[in-house]
């Protein structure tokens, strides 16, 4: 119906109205917009859940209890003093060793799993030196979307249009990668020179660190060699999930359930602590927010949107190119980028049929905008809600403001750079 339309979008703009200004915790926003578009007649109650990307929060799920497992073992807290040592535990030498390992682990696995994995080592360092912990997560945020961006199964949108252009990891690996680690070496330079002041601790601290022995920190072994095994084997499951013809999803699940039952068969109560210890907020602010979005794709506005940009070009390769990398990256930051590439992908293919005989620069600059663009607000990507989730819980807040007043600049370089690379490797 006409009022529908309207209706949607009203809701979605009040709602994330709300989450900007941080009055009220934003899960209880995204869940009430939600049931707001249920009672309003937008969305049914089926279709409202047929929207949530369970992939996405089984992922989730599953990686949050391997991690919490690992993390009893006292693995990170080896980490943590063996990466400081390695830098001398310089702070600013950490800070940019800590992303640049993100970034790779990013485009590896993908970028939720590494923050999982970096986050807890993250703290236990800052904990040591006794420094900000601020720049070292918002580093980590920028890098694990600049890492997931080089590889296909780095992040969602690759995942998709991989899948739906048969274009493969190596294709990938050799459109993408450099860029990627161009930008992440400008990014965490601009970083480093914004928070240099906050980046120092005493030399007595340092040398603290120094003497400190990293393999007194493993409280059990043999816990140890079992979640390593499980790590492993998950990690093996993500590389081939396409060849296994699984997705991401089941890969994460059956590690955790694995791992479960390798070390905790029967122990009820570290059964219940690891399933408590889930970032159960993160996890309902995702299903809330998935719901929000549906309803603006089953009413057409994400596709009127999308198509009424791509008649501005009137079929100009270079003119379209550069607006799906531009309007995929600013809309990104705003609004889940997996519905909005999966309108892309059609209107994309059916560029063929106006003209444009060579697509590739097109499915580059929607991953690029798509994926860089999620670094623009603390809402834009899975691992920036996991992030703040995470450190929230330890008492250090990031609010949605103080991120996008660092990180939204540094997305619209990195989008003004993808230009410059698109149009000269391409256009």
Not at 13 to 35: C, D, M, N, P
Not at 53 to 75: A, F, H, S, Y
Not at 115 to 140: E, N
Not at 183 to 189: G, H, K, R
Request: charged share 10%; hydrophobic share 55%; aromatic share 8%.
């Amino acid at each position: 119906m006409d009022y529908q339309t309207p209706l949607a979008a009203g809701i979605f703009i009040l709602a994330y109205a709300f989450i900007i200004s941080e009055k009220i915790h934003r899960t209880i926003i995204a869940l009430l917009g939600a049931a707001l578009m249920i009672w309003s007649g937008i969305l049914t109650q089926e279709s409202a859940i047929s929207h949530i990307d369970w992939n996405t929060l089984w992922l989730l799920i599953g990686m949050m209890i391997i991690v919490n497992i690992t993390r009893e073992t006292g693995l990170f807290k080896f980490l943590a003093i063996w990466a400081a040592k390695k830098v001398r535990a310089n702070p600013t030498a950490l800070l940019f060793a800590l992303s640049g390992i993100t970034m790779v682990c990013s485009g590896l696995l993908d970028n939720v799993t590494t923050v999982l994995l970096t986050v807890p080592l993250t703290f236990s360092m800052a904990s040591q030196l006794q420094v900000d912990v601020k720049p070292f997560l918002i580093s980590q945020i920028l890098a694990s979307n600049i890492g997931g961006t080089a590889t296909l199964i780095g992040d969602p949108p690759n995942i998709m249009i991989g899948s739906a252009t048969g274009l493969s990891f190596v294709n990938f690996i050799t459109n993408l990668a450099g860029i990627c680690l161009f930008i992440f070496i400008v990014t965490d330079l601009i970083l480093i020179l914004l928070y240099h002041k906050g980046l120092k601790t005493t030399p007595e601290r340092q040398h603290h660190v120094m003497c400190m022995e990293e393999k007194d920190q493993i409280q059990d072994w043999n816990l140890l060699y079992k979640c390593l095994f499980v790590l492993a084997l998950t990690v093996v499951m993500f590389v081939l999930h396409s060849t296994l013809k699984i997705e991401s999803a089941t890969a994460a699940i059956t590690g955790a359930g694995l791992l479960l039952l390798l070390a905790c068969h029967r122990n009820e109560p570290m059964i219940s602590r690891m399933l408590s210890s889930v970032e159960w907020l993160a996890i309902f602010f995702f299903a809330g927010l998935f719901v929000l979005v549906g309803a603006l794709v089953d009413t057409g506005i994400i596709s009127m949107l999308a198509q009424k940009a791509m008649e501005i070009t009137s079929g100009n390769e270079t003119a379209t190119a550069m607006l799906i990398l531009w309007m995929s990256a600013i809309c990104s930051a705003f609004v889940d980028n997996i519905p909005f590439v999966a309108t892309l992908i059609p209107l994309i293919k059916d560029m063929g049929n106006m003209g444009i005989t060579n697509l590739n620069p097109l499915w580059w600059s929607l991953s690029l905008g798509a994926c860089l663009g999620g670094n623009g607000t603390l809402i834009g990507a899975s691992a920036n809600v996991l992030v703040a989730s995470m450190a929230t819980k330890r008492g250090v807040i990031i609010t949605f403001l103080q991120f996008m007043k660092i990180a939204f600049p540094l997305m619209l370089l990195s989008i003004l750079i993808s230009s410059g690379y698109i149009y000269l490797r391409y256009l």
